[in-house]
């Protein structure tokens, strides 16, 4: 919502309180990736999901950052949970967004990749999307922030940061690939 | 007796007009009024009673639909004083014994005077000629024969229809509709019903038949009458047969002068009407033939259906509308309110020039001293929101539901009674 | 978008955003488990009133896929042949809860009536009515297009299909004329004079009467199914001369561009607008088309009730 003039106090204009930036932020994707590995032994076996959209440019890092590691290229997909969501009926119909799997996730470690993790429905709609995909051996859960205030028994395996916040905070994740503007997390509103 | 106050005759001087025993007995300023009954024609004009050429009556047969008791009053509520109910009923009235009842039912429902008009053909078959004699010197003293609804479309039988009415100044109305080419026609053929996917009904189909019986007229020396005439070329048709001096009349209804084919679009049957709704053009041209003479009159075509018989899939639904109780106002926004008519010439297009067509006698006649007292007081300046519940027909099917259209009856009077009076239906004046 | 009536109403938006729905609905096919929970507790009901099994297939395997609960109502020889069947069959579907309402009818307008009567509150699709349109068929044909002519992706801007045939009583060629259009592609009509309908210089579209002038430029051909019953009528004076002006064979085929595709809504009359050989041929994408129709159809069901509708807020 980019405004040109001058924001005067009210709701929903303040530009919010930077909790990553773009060094903060390249830095926690490179602990994950060395987690996940970590975690698998190695990369093989393993298929990267990124939950559209974030979800997927999150995944396409992590993912170059392992074919650096494992020196091969390892190809991340896409997951649309659209058509798994609980809440379609609350609103206007969505576009669906793509769905891409590169490799066939029977017996394999599926690692879903997303921005935030909140309330926990959309990582449900995921296990639900994958089961209809295949049987994987493990799913995992690689998360930039996990900000609390779960409402299913969800959790992730690797964290790029904990960020306690409060239910009238929203919490912004910008990456450049989209949003173009310099990577960051911001925590914005609240206050009220 | 009754003295109407300070009404416009013809919609042109101020005058009083005083009735008695069924006849106007004095047309002037200041008539005394004594104890009589009067009636304020302020603001009012005063036409001779509507004389409609072509009603559905749907008695006997469709009682569902209408009766002549509701037809008629519908009629009166319209304006009108006398109407020529339409063969196409069940049993068809083909003979003398169907038409003398008919006939008989609007005397005894008292609104209106009713005319039946005669089958061409038995049972409207097209194929032999219904006994046109029989009816003519029947009580109904039948002059207008028509098939309405089907096409006299054999050329033998059509013109023998045309040179045996002669012998009692018989009239032909034929409905022109070419059959082969109107199979399964369901709207204008245009640019719309190949958009709509709706079977077309070509303007050549009118113009074809209309043309062949303006020949076949003149050549066997007798009258013709198209009915419902739709279509520009018809009106170039007709307009040449009368420079030829041909004995030949046309009609066209409200709905035609009014609604273009355009409302098919919203495939509500309610449009649904044979001749179809047209196109603007057709519009157009039939309002100039209106105005210069060439079609002669506005007759309704009013056609009563059910609510199930319009309530469903267009191609499913039955061809009408009604349009008794609208004609009026309709040829007020269409012709007068444009400046195409004056009322005088509403008085002959909607009255005088019917009348002769139908050879009824005490029509059509002139507002003046010594003649039968059937008399129309109209409000030009009203407006009103058609509501298809606000009518005194047994059905609902105008197309002019919500249409804000000008004008209203105040009153009708026949033989001097008020049939509608403030507006409102009387007890009528039975037999 | 609450109803899918003709393919005229389909901005470009609309359309494109049916189609990309439709491309990502296509994988569904190819999963072990080709469904999705997306419709569940949502009641569609086909409402055919004319035989159409392929077209009733079609959208009862997209609602199964989409998890709805299907309703085949089949109305033809019922009560419903007589007029008053439509108000009451849809009153009848309207207590069912019925939140989609798939109707082929062999009247044209049947759906808009049932849609704008106010006799239902259900999303009306129309699956063909009368010579009116059948605008699922149309997407489905520009959606396999699109995936041969443009790699499944954007609009036909550009591209030249040719439809060839009866599109007098074609609804398929009228929903295809519109939405080709619609999508930027130039179509051009090719029939006898006599199975052109009047007025068609007013469409946005070419015409023709020569099949052969338009088979260089062609990007796409479409071959209408042509009743031989129209013969009777003096459409056209014999089926071996139709075939001979207007049937593709592999002479004509042979003059297409290597890229252009053979398409058919089907049924096919073999050896009258078609050749066997040309049906059967590597260009023809006749079966892919009915595996396209099933998403294409999903597509146009999710994104009809898939959100939020009227009997959601009561």
Known sequence: MASTSPAVGTPGHSPGRTVLDDTDISRALTRITHEILEKNRDAEGLVLLGIPTRGVHLAQRIAARMSEVEGRTITPGALDITMYRDDLRRGPVRSLEHTDIPDDVDGKTVVLVDDVLMSGRTIRAALDALADLGRPKAVQLAVLVDRGHRELPIRADFVGKNLPTSLAEKVKVRLEEIDEQTDSVTIEGGSE | ????????????????????????????????????????????????????????????????????????????????????????????????????????????????????????TV????????????????????????????????????????????????????HAQEPRL????QMNEGILSGELGLTGWPAAAEEAIVARD??????????????????????????????????????????????TDELVRSYDPIYKVNPPLRSADDVAAVREGLADGTIDIVATDHAPHPMEDKECEWNAAAFGMIGLETALSVVQQTMVDTGLLTWAQVADRMSTAPARIGRVADHGRPIAVGEPANVVLYDPAATRVVEPADTASLSRNTPYRGHELPGRVVATFLRGHATVLDGALTEGVPA | MKHLLSAGDLTHEDALRILDTAEELLGVAKRPIKKLPTLRGRTVVNLFFEDSTRTRISFEAAAKRLSADVINFSAKGSSASKGEGLKDTALTLQAMGADAVVVRHHHSGAPHRLAHAEWTKGAVINAGDGTHEHPTQALLDAFTMRRHLNDGVGDLAGKNITIVGDVLHSRVARSNALLLHTLGAHVTLVAPPTLLPVGVEHWPVETSYDLDASLEKADAVMMLRVQRERMNASFFPSAREYSRRYGLDTARM??????????????????????????DSGRSVIVEQVTNGVAVRMAVLYLLVGGSTEGDTE
């Open chain 2, 1 to 120: 007796m009754t003295v109407i106050r300070q009404v416009r005759l013809l919609g042109e001087d101020v005058v009083d007009i005083a009735i008695e025993g069924g006849v106007i007995t004095a047309v002037g300023t200041d008539l005394p009024t004594g104890d009589h009954d009067v009636v304020d024609g302020q603001g009012l004009i005063a036409l001779p009673g509507l004389v409609d050429l072509h009603t559905h009556l749907r008695e006997p047969g469709r009682e569902d639909a209408e009766t002549v008791r509701t037809g008629t009053m519908a009629a009166a509520r319209g304006g009108f004083t006398c109407v020529h109910a339409m063969a196409n009923t069940d049993p068809v009235a083909d003979t003398a014994g169907v038409v003398e009842q008919v006939w008989r039912l609007g005397r005894e429902a008292g609104y209106c005077d009713v005319q039946p008009v005669g089958a061409v």
């Open chain 2, 123 to 174: 049972g409207l078959a097209g194929e032999q000629l219904a006994e046109l004699g029989a009816m003519a010197d029947s009580a109904a003293g039948v002059r207008v024969f028509s098939d309405d609804g089907k096409c006299v479309s054999d050329a033998v039988l059509m013109r023998r229809a045309l040179e045996y009415v002669k012998a009692f100044g018989g009239v032909i109305a034929q």
């Open chain 2, 182 to 185: 109107t199979e399964g026609a």
């Open chain 2, 214 to 259: 303006c020949v076949l007229a003149a050549h066997v020396g007798s009258r013709l009458h198209v009915c419902h005439l739709s279509t520009r070329g018809s009106v170039e048709i007709v307009r040449w047969a009368k420079s030829k001096g041909w004995d030949v009349t046309a009609e066209v209804t409200p709905h035609h002068l009014l609604l």
């Open chain 3, 254 to 279: 042979n003059r297409l561009p290597e890229h252009a595709i053979v398409m058919h809504p089907g049924p096919m009359n073999r050896g009258m607008e078609i050749s066997a050989d040309v049906a």
